[in-house]
């Protein structure tokens, strides 16, 4: 049976620190505060991977109070969960996602995000859709505090 999935994550813009997204660093005044490096697109696709199969989110593998994963790439992180998923008989069909920052643009760093979620997932560039939108100035993102991102992902039986 197919299986379906929501993910969502958000970090605070903070000052020295890079900012990653999709596992690709994008030059940027702020970076995101977190435990990892705060990449909350890859998160957020982690979250709807699990969520899909009711294993709980990335807190319950991951948690922010262990100190192997400080600063650690959550495209590290990424292929433990696809690994969590391909035991359980799973892999991925496809997703769809969305960035949502008020600031950079990121148009053109979303091939390379895909080229990293791809190769960590073995699946083709075809089957992640990322996207990246303003708030219009609205909300924590549109105030430039930080930034946050959904996924929607749906696990096929292999």
Same mark, same amino acid.
């Given at each position: 049976m197919m299986r379906i999935g929501i993910g969502y994550d958000a970090h605070q813009l903070t000052e020295e620190r890079k900012l990653i997204l999709g596992g690709v660093e994008i030059p940027h005044e702020k970076g995101l505060k977190g435990h990892s490096d705060a990449d909350v697109l890859i998160h957020a696709i982690m979250d709807s991977m699990l969520g899909a199969l009711a294993l709980g989110d990335i807190g319950k593998y991951f948690p922010d109070t262990d100190m192997k994963y400080k600063d650690i790439s959550s495209l590290i992180l990424l292929k433990r969960v696809y690994n969590i998923i391909k035991d359980k008989g799973?892999?991925?069909?496809?997703?769809?996602?969305?960035?949502?920052?008020?600031?950079?643009?990121?148009?053109?760093?979303?091939?390379?995000?895909?080229? %990293?979620?791809?190769?960590?997932?073995?699946?083709?560039?075809? %089957?992640?859709?990322?996207?990246?939108?303003?708030?219009?100035?609205l909300g924590f993102e549109g105030r430039e505090e930080g930034i946050s991102a959904?996924?929607?992902?749906?696990?096929?039986?292999?």
């Open positions: 799973y892999g991925i069909g496809n997703m769809d996602c969305i960035i949502v920052a008020q600031r950079p643009k990121l148009a053109s760093y979303i091939d390379k995000m895909k080229a %990293n979620i791809s190769h960590v997932l073995n699946i083709s560039e075809d %089957n992640i859709g990322i996207k990246a939108t303003t708030t219009e100035y959904y996924s929607v992902c749906l696990l096929i039986p292999i």
